[in-house]
């Protein structure tokens, strides 16, 4: 299972970043790579110090329907400043995170839209900072009588849940694959970004065992040398670029956010040079690689994958570990 948001540049310059997500607004920095929302936070406290280190405060989106939801968010501060906005699709009777949408002790104006309705909603985010992390949650819930509740979570509440304190993975390693094909995958549509997060043998024989297509061998060769009892996963990511001359490969290296969870950056390159004509069809692209952790951490139930798309676009999937 996956779930898949799409964030889409703003009006406002962003520099040089979700993973994990709320990751809308996010922009081209001036290397090149995507930019993370939140680091256009300049000067929130007045102060003429940047802000976003105290950016504590997480969103989460709860789809409570039996069906795909797209949440229209957009975020402002306490005197109307937008801070982020962005359309966010959240699978059936899951929920998705929302990174860096507030500080403790700030006011925020929340402004969501979900299948037609539609609700604001302004909350003092009433908790203190500490050193342990997140300091709370904005809650956005969509619920099967087709409403919209908004409340705010303070760390106390949820501290003792959660799963990310003594057991956070530690990314050891990682491999790219030679070769990548199209495995049996379930995917919301033909043509939506999508990607899989394979924890087990059974799991990657399941897509990719009986593939017939060019690097398929290659391919199942890489499965077989995957260590999934060592703490060794899987990522297959599956996009569409706008032209033929396109790949998909990594924007840097993966790495642990502070959330505890993996990200994985990839971008569409373009392999024809500027001189070069390219064919007008859009073209599967895909990268299959090996994330690697510590033996002696955690095991990464699920991973953020980040996709920058040609024209300022990044699409953010949250792939959940299938054993």
């Given at each position: 299972?996956?779930?898949?948001?799409?964030?889409?540049?703003?009006?406002?310059?962003?520099?040089?970043?979700?993973?994990?997500?709320?990751?809308?607004?996010v922009?081209?920095?001036p290397?090149?790579?995507?930019?993370?929302?939140g680091?256009?936070?300049?000067?929130?406290?007045?102060?003429?110090?940047?802000?976003?280190?105290?950016?504590?405060?997480?969103?989460?989106?709860?789809n409570e329907?039996?069906?795909?939801?797209?949440f229209?968010?957009i975020?402002?501060?306490?005197d109307?400043?937008r801070i982020?906005?962005g359309e966010y699709?959240?699978?059936?009777?899951?929920t998705?995170?929302?990174?860096?949408?507030?500080?403790?002790g700030?006011?925020?104006?929340?402004?969501?839209t979900?299948d037609g309705?539609?609700?604001?909603e302004?909350?003092?985010?009433?908790?203190?900072?500490?050193?342990?992390?997140?300091?709370?949650?904005?809650?956005?819930?969509?619920?099967?009588?087709?409403?919209?509740?908004?409340?705010?979570?303070?760390?106390?509440?949820?501290?003792?849940?959660e799963?990310?304190?003594?057991?956070?993975?530690?990314?050891?390693?990682?491999?790219?694959s030679?070769?990548?094909?199209?495995?049996?995958g379930?995917?919301?549509?033909d043509?939506?970004?999508?990607?899989?997060?394979?924890a087990?043998?059974?799991a990657?024989?399941?897509?990719?065992?009986?593939?017939?297509a060019?690097?398929a061998?290659a391919?199942?060769?890489f499965?077989?040398?995957?260590?999934?009892?060592s703490?060794?996963?899987l990522v297959?990511?599956?996009?569409?670029?706008?032209?033929?001359?396109?790949?998909?490969?990594?924007?840097?290296?993966?790495?642990?956010?502070?959330?505890?969870?993996?990200?994985?950056?990839?971008?569409?390159?373009?392999?024809?040079?500027?001189d070069e004509?390219?064919?007008?069809?859009?073209?599967?692209?895909?990268i299959?690689?090996?994330?690697?952790?510590d033996t002696?951490?955690?095991?990464?139930?699920?991973?953020?994958?980040?996709?920058?798309?040609?024209?300022?676009?990044?699409?953010?999937?949250?792939?959940?570990?299938q054993q």
């Open positions: 299972m996956h779930r898949r948001r799409f964030l889409v540049a703003a009006s406002v310059a962003l520099p040089a970043v979700v993973a994990g997500c709320l990751e809308t607004s922009g081209r920095g290397s090149g790579t995507a930019t993370d929302p680091t256009d936070r300049t000067d929130y406290g007045g102060d003429g110090t940047p802000e976003q280190d105290d950016l504590t405060i997480d969103g989460r989106l709860h329907t039996d069906a795909i939801q797209s229209d968010i975020v402002r501060d306490g109307g400043f982020t906005a699709r959240v699978g059936p009777n899951a998705d995170r929302v990174p860096a949408v507030g500080r403790p700030a006011t925020r104006m929340f402004d969501v979900v309705t539609t609700t604001m302004t909350l003092t985010l009433d908790v203190e900072p500490s050193d342990d992390g997140l300091d709370g949650f904005v809650d956005i819930a969509y619920t099967e009588e087709g409403s919209i509740e908004i409340w705010f979570t303070p760390r106390e509440e949820f501290a003792e849940t799963t990310h304190t003594d057991d956070v993975p530690v990314l050891t390693d990682y491999t790219v030679d070769q990548a094909v199209t495995p049996a379930e995917r919301y549509s043509m939506d970004t999508w990607g899989l997060y394979l087990s043998h059974e990657a024989d399941e897509y990719f065992g009986e593939v017939e060019d690097g061998d391919v199942r060769t499965v077989d040398e995957t260590a999934f009892e703490r060794e996963r297959y990511v599956h996009a569409y670029a706008p032209q033929t001359c396109y790949e998909l490969v990594l924007d840097g290296e993966p790495h642990i956010a502070e959330d505890g969870d993996p990200v994985v950056r990839t971008e569409l390159d373009r392999t024809a040079g500027e004509a390219c064919g007008d069809a859009v073209t599967p692209v895909r299959l690689l090996r994330l690697s952790f002696d951490g955690g095991a990464a139930s699920r991973v953020d994958v980040h996709v920058a798309g040609t024209q300022d676009t990044t699409e953010v999937l949250t792939l959940e570990a």
